[in-house]
Nanobody, 113 residues
Framework: QVQLVESGGDLVQAGGSLRLSCVAS????????MSWYRQAPGKEREWVAG????????KYEDSVKGRFSISRDNRKNTVYLQMNDLKPEDTAVYYC??????WGQGTQVTVSS
């Protein structure tokens, strides 16, 4: 079955960086578009970034443009989210998503001011 396992979340100071990873299994990763979402306490889950199956096109939510970078390694069945210049408002549980249908368990990112 489809399995997505996120890692890399942590407590970091504002201005710091983190790299999230999501290892996928149970489907053909190399043909699947992938996304990252996040959910802050008391808020709806929101889309953060997406990448085509080939890795040739990426897209970002406006508030993370220029700070976050999504990438993938189809040999390792892994999608990444590099997060730089983190802000307290980036605090959330970050989820990996395959094809808009399958979700990981999430990884907590906390940014202190």
């Amino acid at each position: 079955q489809v399995q997505l396992v996120e890692s890399g979340g942590d407590l970091v100071q504002a201005g710091g960086s983190l790299r999230l990873s999501c290892v996928a299994s149970g489907f053909i990763f190399s043909v699947q578009n992938m996304s990252w979402y996040r959910q802050a306490p008391g808020k709806e889950r929101e889309w953060v970034a997406g990448i085509l199956s080939t890795g040739t096109y990426t897209k970002y939510e406006d508030s993370v443009k220029g700070r976050f970078s999504i990438s993938r390694d189809n040999r390792k069945n892994t999608v990444y989210l590099q997060m730089n210049d983190l802000k307290p408002e980036d605090t959330a549980v970050y989820y990996c998503c395959a094809g808009g249908r399958s979700w990981g368990q999430g990884t907590q990112v906390t940014v202190s001011s």
